[in-house]
């Protein structure tokens, strides 16, 4: 127990036998007229027969007993002394001097047997005038506090007295700006945003993937590439296109980077509301989506993804031009637009080379060889007939075989 008038106080635990009183059930009560009437008496016992040393500190304030509790066998009193450090009174001299006083005690048959008393530990729990969100560091004599880490100390002149939470949401944290932070007692967490992946789950809401940049990537449909959840339904779709705008007049608030936030709701349906509209009349076809993906900063930068799902091909010079006169003209004038084709599954799978066919090649293979084969031998018969005929100046060929058959004479 400390005491409200106390900066720092010593405390002594004590507990008495007290063999001429009978234990009632109404001591176990201390708002009880009988728990108040023993109390009153046991204090004044002791305080009757202190030294005049330790008298003056009860009447000035700075040491207090108190009775805790009452329980049987026959009576044993547990009290509890407080008192403001003295340096020219010894921890041992006190406790002498209240088993003394007991001892001395006229109205109280005491057993010193059963009778001890204590110094509290200062940093035990209850018995300083520590913040609870301070430590206790004991000293020789006494103690000190200070307040822990994400607390700050208002009363740095008696430290770790009153210790306040620190709001770290509020100043310098180390959540991602795709991420809500949540003030905790003496510290904060930090999760990404619904639908922000989380690039570092051991320390969540540090690293949140921007999905802007997601959408950016020129690779986005390869099979390795998974960094935005509306990549399915992008890959899948006939045409994308990744699409900015810029709001030049707007100002950017950090609620934009929350996908549940009032504003980036609103925000979102205006521009698919608008644009959806706008860019009907200008295909001649309501077959597509339009997929909100983020703001940024400066002023403000909306992102979507426009999918097309119809059969109709549509150019991305003649896309932007499209998208740009409907924003100017339906969303806002002070806008830049900015478009780029995404290569979908379908586009990448064209641009891919035609696996081998190890069968065919050697079939043509064996074909070159047949042929070369037989060119030779051609023209090796070819030569040798020539040798013969400037040889012999007469020939005669039968021919034989898959050749064919000719005959020939030198007239």
């Known amino acids: 127990m400390v005491l409200l008038f106390l900066i720092e106080a010593t405390a002594y ?36 027969n202190l030294p005049p040393s330790l008298r003056a500190l009860i009447d000035s304030g700075k040491m207090r007993i108190t009775i805790t509790e009452i329980t049987s066998g026959s009576v044993i009193v547990t009290f509890i002394i407080e008192m403001v450090p003295d ?48 430590y206790c560091i004991p000293q020789s004599t006494n103690y000190s506090c200070e307040c822990k880490p994400g607390f700050l100390d208002l009363s740095p002149q008696v430290p770790g007295r009153q210790c306040e939470d620190i709001n770290e949401c509020e100043g310098n ?11 905790t007692i003496g510290s904060y967490k ?37 960094c935005l ?13 990744a699409c900015r705008i810029l709001f030049k007049n707007q100002s950017f608030t950090p609620d934009l980077y929350n996908p549940e936030s009032e504003i980036y709701k609103n925000m979102s349906n205006k521009i698919r509301t608008t644009v959806s509209k706008g860019m009907i009349m200008k295909l001649g076809d309501d077959n597509f989506n339009i997929e909100m993906v983020g703001y940024q900063a400066g002023s403000v930068d909306a992102y979507f993804a426009f999918l097309l799902q119809g059969q109709k091909w549509i150019g991305t010079k003649n896309f932007t031009d499209y998208l740009t006169e409907v924003v100017t003209k339906m969303l806002d004038n002070k806008t830049a637009v900015t478009v780029t084709a995404i290569a ?6 064209d641009l891919k080379p ?18 070369s084969i037989a060119l030779i031998s051609i023209v090796v018969m070819v030569t040798v007939w020539l040798y013969m005929k400037k040889k012999m100046g007469k020939y005669i060929i039968e021919p034989q075989g898959p050749m064919g058959k000719f005959a020939f004479q030198n007239l």
């Not at 209240?98 to 048959?109: G, M, P, Q, T, Y």
């Not at 789950?201 to 986005?220: A, K, M, V």
């Not at 979908?344 to 799978?349: D, G, H, I, L």
Request: net charge negative.
């Open 13 to 48: 635990r004590g507990t008495a036998r007290i063999t001429n009183k009978k234990y009632i059930p109404q001591f176990s009560n201390k708002s009880s007229t009988e728990f108040q009437e023993l109390q009153k008496n046991v204090t004044e016992e002791i305080i009757n």
């Open 87 to 134: 340096r020219n009174i010894a921890h041992n001299e006190v406790e002498r001097a209240v088993i003394e006083a007991l001892n001395k005690s006229r109205h109280l048959d005491v057993d010193l047997t059963r009778t001890s008393i204590e110094v509290i530990p200062a940093c035990q729990p209850d018995n300083n005038g520590c913040s609870e969100f301070a």
């Open 173 to 183: 944290n180390a959540c991602s700006k795709l991420a809500v932070c949540e003030n």
């Open 190 to 226: 930090c999760q990404c945003y619904p639908g922000i992946m989380d690039l570092n789950t051991s320390n969540p809401g540090t690293e949140c993937q921007d999905p802007i940049l997601c959408l950016n990537t020129p690779d986005i449909c390869l099979q390795s590439t998974a």
């Open 229 to 241: 959840s509306l990549r399915h339904d992008i890959c899948s779709s006939k045409q994308a296109f």
């Open 344 to 349: 979908t599954s379908q586009q990448v799978e």
């Open 354 to 371: 035609t696996k081998d066919n190890s069968a065919w090649k050697t079939g043509v293979i064996v074909l070159a060889v047949l042929f």
